[in-house]
């Protein structure tokens, strides 16, 4: 198995332009993750997905931020426009969820990241 | 207020030193998981730990489970280089449902050779 697959690895734009983040979750797993990592904050979890639904949007700072998950092996991250403090990296994850996992079903499986610079 | 605390919050060490790292919470968990990244990476997931009181061993690496399963402990005896990395504890969040995880506020380790 691939594993969970993000790109772009790094990206550096500047402010006010449109980045989008894209994820593909490992096969079969229900649900679909996007976390935001800073030194400052850590690891925050911005949204998340199961079966290509948005279930919790709490986390998302502001309307800058969308997400969409159009079929369940691809998701998508946008920030519109982009500002410098949306600087981190942005992870993406996936989890089997219960119809298959039992006790396992929540733990979660990360991508590589992506590193957002936004100048 | 974090609903999960892990200390300490940094630890250097030489290689083949012993080391504990907590995560404690004042809410009860119904499962937690130790996770390790390494720069550059995403976090991998260590173990799980589900009843209170679970001892879980992995090599060198020993977990345990509170009791009254509010905290959680991760020994590293002998540590080595590759030890070396951020160390996050999750669980699932009260009343936020069993895939929502929560995150702990992580123990940056460094081993020096």
């Known amino acids: 198995d691939a594993g969970v697959i993000q790109s772009p690895r790094h990206e550096v734009t500047e402010m006010g332009q449109e980045v989008t983040l894209r994820c593909k979750p490992i096969?079969?797993?229900?649900?679909l993750f996007w976390y935001r990592q800073t030194m400052m904050r850590g690891l925050e979890l911005l949204i998340y997905?199961?079966?290509?639904?948005?279930?919790?949007d709490s986390g998302m700072p502001e309307d800058r931020f969308s997400a969409k998950m159009p079929n369940a092996s691809f998701s998508t991250l946008k920030i519109q426009p982009s500002e410098p403090r949306d600087s981190a990296v942005y992870f993406c994850?996936?989890?089997?969820?219960?119809?298959?996992?039992?006790?396992?079903?929540?733990?979660?499986?990360f991508g590589p990241g992506t590193r957002l610079t936004v100048l | 207020t974090q609903l999960l605390e892990q200390s300490p919050q940094f630890l250097s060490i030489q290689e083949g030193e012993n080391l504990t790292v907590y995560c404690n919470s004042s809410s009860v968990f119904s499962s937690l998981q130790w996770y390790r990244q390494e720069p550059g990476e995403g976090p991998v997931l260590l173990v799980t730990?589900?009843?209170?009181?679970e001892v879980k061993k992995l090599k060198r690496l020993t977990f345990q489970f509170g009791d009254a399963r509010k905290d959680s402990s991760l020994h590293i005896t002998a540590a080595q280089p590759g030890d070396t990395g951020l160390y996050l504890c999750a669980g699932p969040g009260p009343n936020t449902g069993f895939q929502k995880l929560v995150f702990g506020t992580g123990t940056r380790l460094l081993v020096s050779p």
């Open positions: 096969s079969g797993h229900d649900y």
């Open positions: 994850a996936s989890s089997l969820g219960r119809s298959g996992g039992g006790r396992r079903a929540n733990e979660q499986f």
């Open positions: 997905f199961n079966n290509n639904v948005p279930i919790d």
């Open positions: 730990v589900v009843t209170g009181g």
